[in-house]
């Protein structure tokens, strides 16, 4: 208990006070993500938050564990986080290729699978199916891995949402194995917690800093190798029913893998690239209609706990029941965003000589005349 708290602590406090450093840097050196159609921040913020992130996890992980008594598998794990950061961070500063990003994440992947044991080799009765063959268990746990990595990188589009999704579902995960003694899994959930907590303090909305690829890549690699490992330890998890670690580690991560299988299964619907950005995502849902970074934010932390406390309240019936109200669940909130969320009308300053063209149409301008300059102001409508 002691090595979880201790953990805990040097990764906030390592991950809140490189961040000014990490800031100053950027700035100093010019290294922003710029607004473009996509992203809503009026002014060039840096996406190297994940540096800190990285730090504070890796020091918090090596100065309270005890190798000596950590599974051989965390060699590898540390192997893992190395690559995946690294890939992360020079596409935050030089904006990689996809299938160069994608070779890094198949890496990790096939490490964590062939050479750390991370596998799921039961479903648990989903579908019928329960002990899995080594191929099918390879292949699912790869997928899974490449699925959560994703996941987080692709719902890291509004101020906190990445880091605060992140942060309950190593928290909770970590809650569980520290009720059931696994200190190990413990210490790498909660060093995660500290690290991403700080990070908070500077991306909570407004952000001073964005965590880019390089933290987001990262969330989502721990995230998986924590809920696999969750799941392959039923029979220790004396408060729950041992067919039920699945459907309960998927309502832990339920908003940022419901989002990236819609949104992909949209693109494929419309005969797109599912790789091809848009704004079909849960968050860019509510921002449309005119929801705060902070108020998407809320909501969607909101909406992760109803989910994961409803799974755990149903988690002794059957399964496949169970997995059918947490896609009902989320489908029902997609619904009631799309339906029932009125748009918010917005006043928005924008320099007098594009109002009369691009704007034609879309808003109702008022023109203005401060002291200093003419400008107008556009009203969503």
């Known amino acids: 208990m002691v090595q979880v708290i201790t953990g805990t602590l040097i990764g906030y406090v390592l991950t809140f006070f490189l961040l000014p450093l990490v800031i100053k840097f950027a700035s100093d050196n010019n290294l922003y993500d710029v607004p473009d159609e996509r992203k809503r921040h009026n002014h060039g913020v840096s996406s190297l938050g994940g540096v800190a ?11 309270v564990s005890d190798f000596n008594e950590m599974h051989l598998d965390f060699q590898y794990f540390i192997a893992a986080f190395f690559i995946i950061f690294s890939v992360g961070v020079v596409d935050d500063i030089f904006v990689l290729k996809a299938w160069k990003k994608f070779l890094g994440q198949f890496l990790v992947a096939a490490m964590l699978t062939l050479k750390a044991g991370v596998l799921i080799t039961s479903l648990h009765g989903f579908l019928g199916i329960y002990e899995l063959s080594f191929g099918a268990s390879v292949s699912i746990s790869f997928f899974t891995i490449l699925l959560l990595i994703n996941s987080f990188n692709l719902i890291d589009g509004v101020d906190g949402l990445a880091g605060s999704l992140g942060f309950i579902s190593c928290l909770l995960l970590g809650v569980f194995f520290l009720m059931n003694n696994v200190f190990t899994y413990a210490i790498l959930a909660f060093s995660m917690c500290g690290a991403l907590l700080g990070f ?89 209609k005119g929801l705060s970074h902070a108020e998407v934010t809320i909501t969607l932390l909101l909406s992760q706990f109803l989910f994961a406390g409803l799974t755990f309240i149903l988690q002794d019936i059957n399964i496949n029941i169970i997995l059918g109200i947490q896609f009902a669940a989320y489908f029902t909130l997609v619904y009631v965003v799309n339906k029932y969320i009125p748009v918010r009308k917005k006043m928005h300053i924008v320099p007098a000589e594009i109002t009369s063209a691009s704007l034609q149409g879309t808003t109702k301008v008022y023109q203005i005349y401060p002291a200093a300059e003419k400008v107008s102001v556009g009203e969503d409508s």
């Not at 992130?53 to 100065?63: A, H, T, Y």
């Not at 339920?254 to 995502?281: C, E, G, T």
């Open 200 to 288: 908070l303090m500077y991306n909570f909305p407004p952000a001073k800093i964005f965590m880019g690829d390089s933290g987001s890549t990262l969330i989502g690699l721990i995230t998986a190798i924590l809920a696999i490992k969750f799941v392959e330890s039923g029979p220790i998890q004396s408060s729950l029913a041992n067919q039920s670690t699945p459907v309960i580690a998927f309502g832990i991560l339920l908003i940022p893998l419901m989002d990236v299988l819609r949104v992909f299964a949209l693109r494929i619907y419309k005969r797109q690239s599912p790789l091809i950005p848009d704004r079909n995502h849960l968050h860019h849902l509510l921002q449309n």
């Open 53 to 63: 992130i990285f730090s504070g996890l890796i020091m918090s992980l090596l100065l």
